[in-house]
Nanobody, 117 residues
Framework: QVQLVESGGGLVQAGGSLRLSCAVSGSFFWRANSMGWYRQAQGKQRELVASITRGGTTHYADSVKGRFIISSEDIENTLYLQMNNLKPEDTAVYSC??????????WGQGTQVTVSS
């Protein structure tokens, strides 16, 4: 059974930083060809924040470019999201996703990030 477990969320003041982690159990970390972070703010649709392919190609939402960095640590089977210069509009539940050819996909349970002004 594949499990994705996020950690690192919390409350931070505007301008601060947080690093989210997503530990992927089993061998799926190596089988997945795309992993990403999504977020859903209250009353809004879920949106893609950042993604990374097995080959290392990254993609960022315009709203986080220059502030967030997505990375993966193969030895630890972990996906990271470094979030800098956080803004109140970054407040949301952040979830990680791992997918193989967009057919087999798994989600974490989500972690709350709250940015105070």
């Amino acid at each position: 059974q594949v499990q994705l477990v996020e950690s690192g969320g919390g409350l931070v003041q505007a301008g601060g930083s947080l690093r989210l982690s997503c530990a992927v159990s089993g061998s799926f970390f190596w089988r997945a060809n795309s992993m990403g972070w999504y977020r859903q703010a209250q009353g809004k649709q879920r949106e893609l924040v950042a993604s990374i392919t097995r080959g290392g190609t990254t993609h960022y939402a315009d709203s986080v470019k220059g502030r967030f960095i997505i990375s993966s640590e193969d030895i630890e089977n972990t996906l990271y999201l470094q979030m800098n210069n956080l803004k109140p509009e970054d407040t949301a539940v952040y979830s990680c996703n791992a997918a193989l050819n967009n057919v087999e996909t798994y989600w974490g349970q989500g972690t709350q990030v709250t940015v105070s002004s």
